[in-house]
């Protein structure tokens, strides 16, 4: 029996498990299992490994797509570049990283940007907002990160720091937060979405709920809006290729 999984804290509503799990009774893989590891701390991964020795790859989301890189035995070049991985293929013993976010995202992004769309707030810093920065980089698309608390080294704005100028200067805006994330669907990154219009295109990676108050913030605004779920679909089917490769 092959096996594969997803390691990350917390996953009680895991989206990789029920894609794998209905991927392999839609195209009969009667040999394979996911597993869903929800683990405290990225130091319970390796005794994880050893209690399933037939694990042939997992996937990582939040919060150990930078905590994983020590464990890696090779990283590829991206993930290297963004020091961000949430695909491992495993050898022999060996973790060989990936990151299939970049490709989720890039395919995702581009169905509905248009021409206007040509600046852009990363909401957050972590190792999902890196995959994005590596692809707005890629499309030479100017970007600004936004977290709770400004870092003048990175250039990182404070949600307080955004300015109606800003708003319409920056007229993407991708969040990269957990914020909106069922159950805790009342929250939404602090912007003024009074400030924005039809020019503004609105992209969440969170996938659950499918529009969460950001996007419906954005909405009502008149704003392009687009959640994660194509992102999600597409790295996944990209982790299978390279567990499969």
Not at 96 to 112: C, P
Not at 149 to 157: D, F, K, V, Y
Not at 166 to 190: E, K, V
């Amino acid at each position: 029996m092959r096996e594969y999984g997803l390691i990350g804290y917390p996953l009680s509503h895991s989206f990789s498990q029920k894609y794998f799990t209905e991927k392999f009774i839609r195209e009969g893989i009667a040999d394979a299992v996911f597993h869903a590891f929800a683990i405290p701390s990225i130091t319970d991964l390796p005794p994880t490994l050893q209690s399933h020795p037939a694990l042939q790859g997992f996937a990582i989301t939040i919060p150990y797509k930078r905590a994983i890189i020590p464990y890696l035995h090779q990283a590829h070049g991206a993930v290297v570049e963004m020091d961000a991985c949430n695909c491992v293929k495993i050898i022999n013993g060996q973790l060989y990283g990936y990151n299939t976010d970049v490709i989720g995202f890039e395919k995702s992004f581009l169905e509905k940007r248009l021409p206007q769309h040509n600046k852009a707030l990363v909401l957050g810093t972590g190792g999902a907002a890196s995959a994005v920065a590596f692809v707005l980089n890629k499309l030479s698309i100017p970007f600004q990160y936004v977290s709770r608390t400004a870092n003048i080294s990175t250039g990182t704005l404070a949600y307080g720091d955004i300015t109606a100028d800003i708003m319409a200067q920056f007229n993407i805006i991708i969040n990269c937060t957990p914020l909106g994330t069922y159950p805790q669907i009342d929250t939404a990154p602090d912007l003024p979405y009074h400030l924005l219009n039809a020019s503004h295109y609105l992209f969440d990676l969170v996938y659950n709920p499918s529009k969460t108050k950001f996007l419906q913030l954005g909405e009502a605004q008149g704003a392009t809006i687009k959640n994660g779920y194509d992102m999600l679909v597409l790295q996944a089917e990209e982790n299978w290729i390279i567990w499969n490769s």
